[in-house]
C-alpha cells in the first residue's frame, strides 16, 4: 500500500514564526497535494506539485509556499504564521495516466496546527 | 469552475438504518466522481469511485450510481453499522493532473 508520511501531527507555534511541514511518500507518485481542512469548508487545496521542482498554485495559496527538490517529498511552508492558519493540513499524492489507479489520492494523517 | 455540493450535516441515524448522503456536482464533460471517508484521527481515504455515467461503485456495503441526466452521485447504504460513523466527502475530476474538487463534507454519526 501507498504510504503518505506527514512528519508531525500536533504542532503549536506562535504568530511570525516560519513554519514546515513536512510529507513524505514511498510509491513514486508524480502527483502530490496540500489541503487545509476547516470546519464547515470542507478540504481547500493550497498548492501541488506534478513532478519535482514543479509548483502550481491551489485555490488558497496566499501566505503559503512549498517546495518539492525530491519526487518523494513535498513541503509546505508557512513563512511567517498567523492565528488564521489554524487548521488541519493534509497531504496528498496520486498517480498520474489512465490507469484504474490514476488520480486516486493517498492521503496522509493530517498535521494539527495551532497558532497562537 | 468545477464544483461539488453535498447535503449538510450531521446526520444521525440508528444502527440498521438506511442510509443516503446527497451529492451534485457542476462541471464540464464527463468527470470521475469518487467518494472518500475520513474516519475521527484520520486522513482521508478512498471509498468509492465511478468514472463514467451510469457506473456504479461500490465497497464495504456503500453504493454510489453515476447519473450524468441528474449529474449526482448520491452515497447509499442500507444497513449502516456504528463503525460507518466518520465524515463523507464527495469529489470529482477531469483526467489528467486536474486536481480533485471537494464538498464540504457531510458527518456521519450512527447510534446503537
Known amino acids: 500500500d501507498v504510504k503518505v508520511t506527514q512528519s508531525s501531527r500536533y504542532l503549536v507555534k506562535r504568530t511570525g514564526e516560519k513554519v514546515f511541514l513536512e510529507c513524505v511518500q514511498d510509491?513514486?507518485?508524480?502527483?502530490m497535494f496540500w489541503y487545509r481542512q476547516d470546519p464547515g469548508l470542507g478540504l481547500r487545496l493550497i498548492y501541488f506539485?506534478?513532478?519535482?521542482?514543479?509548483?502550481e498554485k491551489g485555490d488558497i495559496p496566499e501566505g503559503y509556499s512549498v517546495s518539492r527538490e525530491k519526487k518523494e517529498r513535498f513541503s509546505l511552508i508557512l513563512e511567517s504564521a498567523s492565528t488564521n492558519q489554524t487548521s488541519m493540513y493534509l497531504c496528498a499524492s496520486s498517480l498520474v495516466g489512465r490507469s484504474s489507479g490514476a488520480n486516486v489520492l493517498t492521503f496522509g494523517a493530517g498535521s494539527r496546527l495551532t497558532v497562537l | 469552475g468545477d464544483s461539488v455540493t453535498q447535503m449538510e450535516g450531521p446526520v444521525t441515524l440508528s444502527e440498521e438504518a438506511f442510509l443516503t448522503i446527497n451529492c451534485t456536482y457542476t462541471?464540464?464533460?464527463?468527470?470521475?466522481l469518487f467518494w472518500y471517508v475520513q474516519y475521527p484521527g484520520e486522513g482521508l481515504q478512498l471509498l468509492l469511485k465511478?468514472?463514467?455515467?451510469?457506473d456504479k461503485g461500490s465497497n464495504k456495503g456503500f453504493e454510489a450510481t453515476y447519473r450524468k441526466e441528474t449529474t449526482s452521485f448520491h452515497l447509499e447504504k442500507g444497513s449502516v453499522q456504528v463503525s460507518d460513523s466518520a465524515v463523507y466527502f464527495c469529489?470529482?475530476?477531469?483526467?489528467?493532473?486536474?486536481?480533485?474538487?471537494f464538498g464540504k463534507g457531510t458527518r456521519l454519526s450512527v447510534i446503537a
Open positions: 469529489a470529482l475530476t477531469h483526467s489528467g493532473n486536474t486536481p480533485l474538487v
Open positions: 506539485s506534478y513532478d519535482v521542482k514543479m509548483k
Open positions: 465511478a468514472t463514467k455515467a451510469d
Open positions: 510509491m513514486d507518485h508524480e502527483n
Open positions: 462541471a464540464t464533460g464527463y468527470p470521475s
